[in-house]
């Protein structure tokens, strides 16, 4: 079975901080993604990566940047954490046509 | 670009059939996805199709593809409260591994 990990289930920061959030998958996995999800938007796609060391921007990647060093590992950061950023962070892996997701970190910027 | 488009809600007594509908708009699109969301979890696949098929049936799940009308339906017979999520439709672009996502219908089971 494919695992995804989260980092945090829960996180609260305040406005201003720095903050990250890692995944990591155990399938070896060449794509990983991060999502955001909000009531009535559905998943917006934040930024994906397609190896080590590369990444492309999705719809929403203003204010995010991604840091994928290694493999199984794939980092969101936030460079400085807004009030618009309180949202359930999704991260997914795919190696084909099926996506694998981790269980989502809710993240509360105050 | 894509776009996928989904009722918020639907509510149905246990028992009875629900069924989910989904619009898309690119006709390009190979792979038509169904993801459930369990409170509190992250998304798991629940069936997908080729965009070359009309119909696939698995166990109480059945997807119905119209591509004229870029419409994809799941129906689930025999609803159960287990059922009670929230599902996604979402499309995979040929030759992409972008995935567009639909907001997402809210099933409500009533016992």
């Known amino acids: 079975d494919v695992k995804v990990t989260q980092s945090s289930r829960y996180l609260v920061k305040r406005t201003g901080e720095k903050v990250f959030l890692e995944c990591v998958q155990d399938m070896d996995h060449e794509n990983m993604f991060w999502y955001r999800q909000d009531p009535g938007l559905g998943l917006r796609l934040i930024y994906f990566s397609y190896d080590v060391k590369m990444k492309e921007k999705g719809d929403i990647p203003e204010g995010y940047s991604v840091s994928r060093e290694k493999k199984e590992r794939f980092s969101l950061i936030l460079e400085s954490a807004s009030t618009n950023q309180t949202s359930m962070y999704l991260c997914?892996?795919?190696?084909?046509?099926?996506?694998?997701f981790g269980p989502g970190t809710r993240l509360t910027v105050t | 670009g894509e776009d996928v488009e989904q009722s918020l809600f639907l509510s149905v007594r246990e028992g009875d059939s629900s069924v989910i509908n989904c619009t898309y708009t690119?006709?390009?699109?190979?792979?038509l996805y169904w993801y459930k969301q369990e409170p509190g979890a992250g998304l798991q696949l629940l069936t997908y199709?080729?965009?070359?098929?009309d119909m696939k049936q698995d166990q109480r799940l059945t997807v119905l593809l119209n591509k004229k009308d870029k419409h994809l339906s799941l129906r689930i017979a025999d609803t159960q409260t287990g059922d009670s999520a929230i599902y996604f439709c979402?499309?995979?672009?040929?030759?992409?591994?972008?995935?567009?996502f639909g907001t997402g219908t809210k099933l409500q089971v009533i016992p």
């Open positions: 690119d006709s390009s699109s190979t792979y």
């Open positions: 979402a499309e995979k672009l040929q030759g992409y591994q972008k995935v567009t």
């Open positions: 199709i080729f965009s070359n098929m």
């Open positions: 997914a892996t795919s190696a084909t046509y099926e996506q694998y």
